[in-house]
């Protein structure tokens, strides 16, 4: 498809970053946000095409946020490509990037907070990544007040993230509508994710197994299984089957709205994963049925 050429405008200051949304407030123009950490791929282009459908306005943000990595994680080494973000962006005609360093976001003295309450964060991602989800919840409150969207997009493929990013605007009153995008993946069905990059060669085409656990589990739901765990465990054996595979986080069937773990089918859920594989950790998931 041919992008209508526009002119992407660059922003690193937040101060300047907010005026420049107030301006556009003022003019009337809608704003669309895509909230990222870089490094992007088709996954997060597919959210910009789309906030490029329903608004006047894209802005992309790109921050890798220290706020929602643990001690042990890997912001150190979190992939950062901001050229070839940047072509990407312009090509994908993205009016604004905004791209502040973490002096500016956490400026001396910074010392506010959100808390995500454990109902949805004790659970999947958040039982591993304790902190992970109120850094989050943090640095999308402020990118909101920064550059004030009337709707912003996440990927389905941070499940946990966009249950706790509605929870986020329906509590606190944010005037933000929170738009979800399928997870878009690679030929062998692997979830495209900036993280991927860490793979070795070997490790990349293990990892499609997840597809294939996340795929089975579907299809054996579609086809009428009602016994959760006959369902887990066939996640489970088709991930073992692939040496590769480390540590298992976790892997089942949940209730897609409280994310608590299923025995019994009841009416939808959704098929998570969270493994290791080598260094990596790699997350998916699917609605079903
Ligand atoms: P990240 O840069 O990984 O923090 O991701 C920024 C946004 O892009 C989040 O809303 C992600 O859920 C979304 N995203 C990441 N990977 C994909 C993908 N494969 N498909 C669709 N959206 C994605």
Redesign the pocket.
């Known amino acids: 498809m041919m992008v209508e050429k526009v002119r992407t405008e660059i922003i690193r200051i937040p101060r300047v970053m907010q005026s420049t949304g107030i301006e556009l407030r003022r003019k009337q123009k809608s704003i669309g946000l895509v909230?990222?950490?870089?490094a992007l791929h088709a996954?997060?282009m597919?959210?910009i095409k789309a906030s490029k459908r329903d608004n006047d306005m894209t802005i992309a943000s790109i921050f890798v946020n220290p706020l929602q990595f643990g001690p042990s994680e890997d912001l150190s080494k979190y992939p950062r490509d901001p050229d070839g973000d940047m072509a990407r962006l312009r090509d994908a005609g993205a009016d604004i990037v905004f791209m502040p360093d973490a002096e500016g976001m956490y400026a001396k003295g910074f010392t506010t907070n959100i808390k995500i309450g454990g109902e949805l964060t004790n659970k999947l991602c958040g039982g591993f990544r304790p902190g992970h989800f109120d850094g989050v919840a943090t640095v999308v409150a402020k990118l909101f007040n920064l550059t004030l969207p009337v709707r912003a997009y996440?990927?389905q493929?941070?499940y946990q993230?966009t249950l706790i990013i509605k929870r986020l605007v329906i509590d606190l009153n944010m005037p933000v509508e929170i738009i979800i995008?399928p997870?878009?993946r690679e030929h062998d069905g692997l979830?495209?994710?900036?993280r991927n990059k860490y793979l070795s060669e070997d490790e990349r085409k293990a990892a499609s197994v997840i597809y294939r656990a996340l795929n089975a589990a579907k299809d054996s739901i579609s086809s009428g299984e009602q016994d959760m765990n006959a369902v887990n465990d066939k996640m489970q054996s088709i991930l073992k089957s692939e040496p590769m595979v480390g540590e298992v986080q976790y892997a089942g069937a949940f209730d897609a709205d409280t994310l608590d773990a299923l025995s019994e089918f009841k009416g939808r859920c959704v098929l998570a994963v969270a493994l290791k594989i080598g260094q990596t950790r790699l997350i998916d998931n699917m609605l079903a049925p």
Do not use: E, I, R, Y
């Open positions: 909230p990222t950490m870089g996954g997060h597919s959210l996440f990927g493929k941070d993230q995008c997870t878009v979830a495209m994710s900036s």
